[in-house]
């Protein structure tokens, strides 16, 4: 597994950047959050990370880079990662299991989070492999991964 000390630096234009504990712990955060959310491959994994930059970018105070140099961040990043990966005993690929994977091989329930755009609220859709389907109104998004995660955990329990 990654951890937070790969994103406590990075280089851009020949110069090494050392971030603060809060902002690196940012990212490795946003970059764990991606895991459990998304199937990460070596091809899109610099896509996934360009858009956690882009969003450190616009979110902190302090300019470390200019936004032109966050593809070339990425490609720093993803090169890092793919290096300890490797390192740890993988030949190839970049396909870690995630509790979606899990999940969805073992229990036989499908969800997804999302907001409803007419009422602005969190929802959470749920449907079996019987076709029943339930759409769950959440307060808030982090209530709406509570739930999610209940629900993974009855239905790989269940198996």
Request: proline share 1%; aromatic share 12%.
């Amino acid at each position: 597994m990654i951890n937070i000390n790969t994103f406590s630096k990075f280089t851009v234009n020949r110069c090494q950047v050392l971030l603060n504990e809060s902002e690196s712990y940012f990212i490795y955060s946003k970059f764990c959050n991606m895991l459990d959310h998304h199937i990460i491959t070596e091809d899109n994994l610099q896509c996934h990370i360009e858009n956690i930059l882009k969003e450190f970018y616009y979110s902190c105070n302090n300019r470390y880079f200019k936004k032109k140099n966050i593809k070339n961040i990425s490609k720093y990043y993803t090169n890092k990662i793919l290096k300890e990966e490797i390192g740890r005993g993988r030949e190839s690929g970049f396909n870690p299991v995630t509790a979606d994977k899990v999940a969805n091989f073992y229990g036989d329930v499908e969800f997804e989070k999302g907001v409803d755009t007419w009422g602005e609220e969190e929802i959470a859709y749920v449907e079996d492999d019987k076709g029943n389907e339930k759409v769950l109104k959440i307060d808030s998004p982090d209530h709406a991964s509570v739930i999610v995660n209940q629900i993974k955990i009855k239905s790989i329990t269940k198996n």
